[in-house]
């Protein structure tokens, strides 16, 4: 099984950044998720790390550290939208690619 | 290209009853996930279908079923529900090899059980 672990909660003011920090500890890996999800809808999908290294997508970036069995999301230029909860989410290996284990989640909450 | 859709969008029932949740794919995906979402314990894994089979099951009863049709379809079955059964369901399609491994969420299906 995973353990899987972020903060609860992080407030940032508009135009910051913020970065979410999430560990996992596992007897398997086969790579690291980031959803976005605002409260009553379903999570969108922001990231997906497989490899050791950064991933930038316009203002969301990931890091995947294997080895550490660490990742961070970093949300730069904070806007108000961004406000919502970021789920981690590792997938169980080895034989399912659909199976994700998630972590509780992390409330963002962005002032103006 | 259209996303994963799931119907119906919301849904009440009264305990003892039964549903059925419906979940189409990203054309293309072949595996499907379910998830069950409530406050108290988060997104956790209920099941997921692969070419008509089911590859993974997660940690809940039996009353929690599921299938999935040639086209990749899938649904999902909870009998006799209660009222703990009250939860956001979601549905998710994985790209395999070629399409990448990125797992997409429809919108979901809230269950109202009274």
């Known amino acids: 099984g995973q353990n899987i672990d972020q903060p609860t909660e992080m407030t940032a003011t508009e135009g910051a950044i913020v970065q979410i920090n999430c560990t996992y500890q596992?007897?398997?890996?086969?790579?690291l998720f980031w959803y976005q999800q605002h409260a009553g809808e379903a999570p969108t999908f922001l990231s997906y790390?497989?490899?050791?290294g950064l991933e930038e997508k316009g203002r969301f970036s990931s890091f995947l550290s294997r080895s550490k069995g660490y990742s961070y999301l970093l949300l730069k230029e904070l806007q108000m939208k961004d406000s919502a909860s970021y789920l981690c989410?590792?997938?169980?290996?080895?034989?399912?690619?659909?199976?994700?284990?998630f972590g509780a989640g992390t409330q963002v909450v962005v002032t103006p | 290209k259209a996303g994963v859709t799931q119907t119906p969008r919301y849904l009440i029932k009264t305990r003892g009853q039964q549903v059925t949740l419906s979940c189409s794919p990203i054309?293309?995906?072949?595996?499907v996930s379910w998830y069950q979402q409530t406050p108290g314990q988060g997104l956790q894994f209920l099941f997921e279908?692969?070419?008509?089979?089911?590859?993974n099951k997660g940690n809940f009863p039996g009353r929690f079923s599921g299938r999935q049709f040639s086209n990749s379809r899938s649904e999902m079955n909870v009998s006799t529900l209660e009222l703990g059964d009250s939860a956001l369901y979601l549905c998710?399609?994985?790209?395999?090899?070629?399409?990448?491994?990125?797992?997409?969420f429809g919108p979901g299906t809230r269950l109202t059980v009274t």
């Open positions: 596992t007897s398997g890996f086969n790579g």
């Open positions: 054309s293309g995906h072949r595996s």
């Open positions: 790390n497989v490899l050791d």
């Open positions: 279908y692969f070419s008509e089979t089911q590859r």
């Open positions: 989410a590792v997938r169980d290996p080895p034989d399912s690619w659909g199976k994700l284990q």
């Open positions: 998710a399609s994985t790209g395999t090899a070629g399409m990448g491994y990125e797992q997409y």
